[in-house]
């Protein structure tokens, strides 16, 4: 009997989505580890004795840690437009999360899971979706063949807008009083897997822990009763739940003898609020919703056993943009042109192949606030701080402390004028509820 990883290939094959010389078991497993709220300076790897992440932390260890990952929005929705799409979420609307709340990420973007899928790729989304709540805007719209999770926000213990599309594409409630997000997306992730062995395989898990509202198990609250802090506590209980959960997804991967052929990011999707949940950025000025660098620099790591270095850090300056062309040239396809992505293929960076930068250079804008980051130089207007134009060395400032606008005149003009012509060629934002200013500067929008 014909085994079933070369039936899938023929079949394939013969639908015109995949040569048929090429194997699935050339191509690698995906597993993408999106956490919510995180902050920067929260996981063990980054620094935080305060609560063990030993499962993320073992991908840092077996992986590339990288010191100077970015994502290209500063919250929720936003994030999670770049990462699917490859794209600057602002080059087609996506500014701000009322977009998804009333909308969704434009009909027209084609999604990492769309790319995977046309290579023959088993494709899941496990978690927070926040990319749009109609039906045509759902997961299982946008490439994906299986989704388990949340609309957009909701509680932990009786999440709202939840689906299974096991059994319907419906909106329905939980009816078990023990279910747990963190701890049923790993349960289910794990479930998937095993169903999906035999084929290559797309795991997008975006938990929305460390989200408020603040909620965790007791087995988890055990854990830290040394913190009387009460919601610190509650913090360090939810982050040790989501490092379980990463660590029960890992453990399936090498159960089944799959690791060396797996490619895994963690990466957060956007600083942490550290007023609202205690989640801290380190020595990062700025929280999330900001353009100082607590906004958009957050924990990034991946591994690829036997592939890329393991134990490595890397300072070049990255991006969620990047991990979409990743990907995808891993899987034997090819990104074009015409896709338009603003991300790199990140391997012969990482392997050491090619010695340059990632990106020169890298744009936000929200609203009012926006940074440009050129080499080490960052010009940033952020809440929080003068209004005007600041400029910093983040080669040797890493915490924004020193505003160097007023003795690099020159320096300021330059990079302001590579954010305005990057901003001109972005599309005005798609919310109707935009913030007073937004997409106003630079010149007229593009879509």
Same mark, same amino acid.
């Given at each position: ?6 039936? /899938?290939?023929?079949? *394939? %094959?013969?639908?015109? /989505?995949?040569?048929?010389?090429? @194997? ?6 995906? #597993?993408?580890?999106?956490? !919510? !709220? ?33 994502? +290209? ?18 080059? $087609? ?80 409630? #939980? ?10 997306? +790993? ?10 062995? &035999? ?35 509650? $913090? +360090? ?11 029960? #997804?890992?453990?399936?991967?090498? %159960? ?9 990011? $963690? ?61 995808? %040239? ?13 991300? *790199? ?47 910093? &060395?983040? @080669? ?9 606008? +007023? ?15 990057? @901003? ?24």
């Amino acid at each position: 009997m014909m085994p079933r990883a070369r039936l /899938l290939t023929l079949l *394939v %094959a013969l639908l015109g /989505l995949l040569p048929p010389s090429v @194997s699935f078991a050339a191509r690698p497993n995906v #597993v993408i580890f999106f956490a !919510d !709220d995180l902050g920067w300076g929260e996981l063990g790897c980054q620094g935080n004795p305060q609560i063990p992440t030993p499962h993320i932390d073992a991908i840092a260890r077996e992986g590339v840690r990288f010191t100077n990952g970015y994502v +290209a929005a500063t919250y929720c929705s936003p994030s999670r437009a770049g990462l699917l799409t490859g794209r600057y979420p602002t080059r $087609f609307g996506h500014e701000f999360n009322s977009v998804a709340n009333r909308s969704g990420l434009r009909l027209d973007q084609t999604t990492i899971a769309d790319r995977l899928r046309s290579l023959g790729y088993a494709t899941a989304c496990i978690g927070k979706w926040h990319l749009g709540g109609g039906l045509e805007y759902r997961p299982t719209r946008r490439g994906f063949d299986e989704f388990y999770g949340t609309l957009a926000n909701a509680p932990f213990f009786h999440p709202t807008n939840f689906v299974d599309s096991r059994i319907s594409d419906d909106v329905r409630p #939980v009816a078990d009083p023990a279910f747990y997000t963190t701890d049923a997306y +790993a349960e289910r992730a794990v479930d998937w897997i095993e169903r999906s062995r &035999d084929r290559p395989w797309f795991l997008y898990l975006p938990f929305n822990a460390q989200h408020a509202p603040l909620q965790a198990p007791k087995k988890y609250l055990d854990r830290f009763s040394g913190i009387t802090d009460e919601k610190r506590r509650i $913090f +360090a209980a939810m982050l040790s739940s989501m490092d379980d959960a990463v660590g029960r #997804v890992m453990g399936k991967v090498k %159960a089944l003898g799959q690791e060396d052929n797996t490619i895994v990011f $963690f990466i957060a999707d956007n600083g942490g609020p550290t007023q609202s949940t205690t989640s801290g950025n380190g020595a990062l000025r700025g929280f999330k919703m900001t353009t100082f660098e607590g906004g958009p620099r957050v924990p990034f790591v991946a591994r690829w056993k036997g592939r890329w270095p393991a134990g490595k850090v890397y300072d070049f300056p990255v991006l969620n943009l990047d991990v979409l062309p990743t990907v995808v %040239a891993a899987a034997g396809g090819k990104p074009e042109a015409s896709w338009r992505l603003d991300g *790199v293929d990140l391997a012969p960076f990482v392997a050491g192949a090619n010695p340059a930068r990632p990106h020169q250079t890298l744009f936000w804008r929200y609203g009012p606030q926006w940074a440009v980051r050129h080499g080490d130089l960052k010009l940033v207007v952020s809440k929080g701080g003068s209004g005007k134009p600041e400029l910093y &060395d983040l @080669s040797k400032d890493i915490g924004e402390t020193r505003d160097l606008a +007023a003795v690099q005149p020159a320096r300021v003009r330059e990079l302001q004028a590579l954010w305005d012509k990057w @901003s001109a060629e972005q599309a005005e934002p798609s919310a109707p509820d935009a913030p007073a200013g937004a997409g106003k500067k630079g010149g007229k929008k593009k879509r």
